[in-house]
């Protein structure tokens, strides 16, 4: 692979039972030590940043994924005078604005240099041939990269990466440029992986104060959590780059609504934890229908004891959770989010209860307080949606809306009840149940690893 912006291998080989490996020579300092005077000025970053970009595209073409790029695995180097890409045209605002930024104090300049990215030790093929011997350092979820410039989903030890995972890491280079520091800082790796999977890093304006809103917005939608906003290539993030730098108008822009609620949907990290309930939350919704239907009956029957419904409701909720909360444990180990939903799950049983005790003080008429058994289950499910996934904000809006419509059908209300219960469970768990069966089939298809066996 040849391209002006990537170190040059010229040879690989043995040489007295030892590897070798020639390659070419960098006359210069790494782009990390260069930041530890500060940050560069921001049109020099987006220059230097989209001749990266580049060179990222190339191997992203001829099959190769870098997975470690960081500031200390690029090289600066004097530009050959042939190689060198002109400088965009610009408009005197953006020339007065270049001096301005070279004249700042705070800020070190990167006169007459050329990046060329190094390094390519933990580099993997993005699409494997068919039947060939998968990269043992994933195949087992292992977590390969730097922490602070890894991208969410290498950061997980998701099998699985794309071109994106560089994209993301590109973006991380450029915000030390701007800012001089990394997106996310921390005392140890352990943090730092966990701050890059949860947290939102600190908007580059705020350390840089007067930074371009355009260039800041290029380098936030490199660091986007889900795959799907950043750049699809590494060579749109450096048309967007060079175009900034020309005066244009750059190619995509994040929308607002679609941006928010792409945002608002995405999956947390501890996501992964309700494959060990996706067949347990089939059978809640089964027995959660099944209660509501018997109640609905005895409503239909004419029997008016509160007493009855206290009883159904808190036996049947209190050792149905029991037998859930019994069959997860002899699953596995449970997490400690695990546990946390749990006691969410758990205050829904108690709130749902507590409304057949309040009927009993305040002598209203059997399930008079049922559509708040519904507001009671949706709140569990905004607080789902906090801790797992975006995607039970909808859930918890469909338990809301079945709350308002219940006193509209009084004589099928609690059958609408268990209908949305069992659903709001049933689609999740399907889910759920059928990406654990898959990951099951993944392992038993390649039971050593990844290693190649004798």
Same mark, same amino acid.
């Given at each position: 692979?040849?391209?002006?912006? @990537?170190?040059?291998? #010229? ?8 590897? #070798?490996?020639?390659? &070419? #020579? ?47 695995? @690029? ?6 005078? *042939? +190689? ?20 700042? %104090?705070?800020?070190?300049? @990167?006169? &007459? ?39 969410? %989903? ?20 450029? #915000? &030390? /440029? ?19 999977? *949860? ?19 290029? =380098? /936030?939608? =490199? ?5 799907? /906003?950043? !750049? ?15 005066? *244009? ?9 679609? !941006? ?6 995405? *999956? ?23 209660? =509501?239907?018997? +109640? ?135 889910? !759920? ?22």
């Amino acid at each position: 692979m040849k391209h002006p912006n @990537i170190v040059t291998v #010229y040879e690989v080989g043995h040489q007295n039972g030892l590897p #070798y490996i020639v390659m &070419e #020579y960098v006359a210069g300092r790494t782009l990390s030590q260069q930041l530890a005077e500060g940050p560069v000025p921001p049109r020099v970053a987006a220059r230097l940043l989209a001749d990266v970009a580049r060179a990222v595209h190339q191997a992203h073409e001829r099959n190769i994924l870098h997975r470690d790029l960081k500031p200390a695995n @690029i090289l600066l180097s004097h530009p050959e005078p *042939e +190689t060198r890409s002109p400088e965009p045209k610009t408009n005197p605002k953006d020339d007065k604005q270049a001096a301005k930024d070279a004249g700042s %104090e705070s800020r070190a300049p @990167i006169p &007459e240099y050329s990046p060329k990215v190094t390094d390519f030790g933990l580099a993997r093929r993005l699409h494997s041939a068919p039947g060939s011997i998968p990269d043992w350092r994933t195949q087992t979820g292992a977590i390969v990269g730097t922490p602070g410039y890894m991208s969410p %989903e290498q950061a997980t030890g998701r099998r699985e990466l794309t071109a994106a995972a560089d994209v993301y890491a590109l973006g991380a280079i450029l #915000y &030390e /440029l701007l800012t001089g520091r990394p997106p996310f800082q921390a005392s140890n790796a352990v943090d730092a992986l966990f701050m890059v999977v *949860e947290q939102e890093p600190v908007s580059p304006r705020l350390l840089t104060p007067g930074l371009d809103r355009d260039l800041e917005m290029i =380098c /936030l939608k =490199c660091l986007q959590k889900p795959v799907h /906003l950043r !750049y699809d290539t590494a060579a749109e993030l450096a048309d967007d780059l060079e175009a900034h730098l020309a005066g *244009e108008a750059m190619s995509s822009r994040p929308s607002g609504f679609g !941006y928010l609620f792409a945002r608002l949907m995405r *999956e947390t990290h501890h996501i992964g934890v309700l494959e060990n309930w996706g067949l347990l939350w089939m059978w809640h919704s089964l027995a959660t229908l099944l209660l =509501c239907l018997l +109640t609905q009956v005895m409503e239909w029957v004419g029997i008016r004891n509160h007493g009855a419904y206290l009883a159904l409701w808190s036996v049947g909720l209190v050792a149905w959770g029991m037998i859930l909360w019994r069959l997860r444990r002899r699953a596995g180990p449970v997490l400690f989010v695990e546990r946390q939903i749990a006691h969410a799950w758990a205050a829904g049983v108690i709130s749902s209860i507590m409304f057949f005790l309040i009927e009993v003080i305040m002598d209203f008429r059997v399930l008079t307080l049922s559509p708040a058994i519904a507001v009671s289950a949706g709140m569990v499910f905004v607080f789902k949606a906090g801790i797992l996934s975006g995607r039970f904000y909808l859930l918890a809006l469909m338990m809301f809306v079945t709350a308002m419509v219940m006193p509209l059908i009084p004589d099928w209300r609690i059958i609408l009840l268990g209908l949305t219960m069992a659903v709001s469970f049933f689609v999740p768990g399907l889910k !759920y149940y059928r990406q654990r069966k898959r990951g099951i089939q993944e392992n038993a298809a390649n039971p050593t690893g990844g290693f190649q066996t004798p």
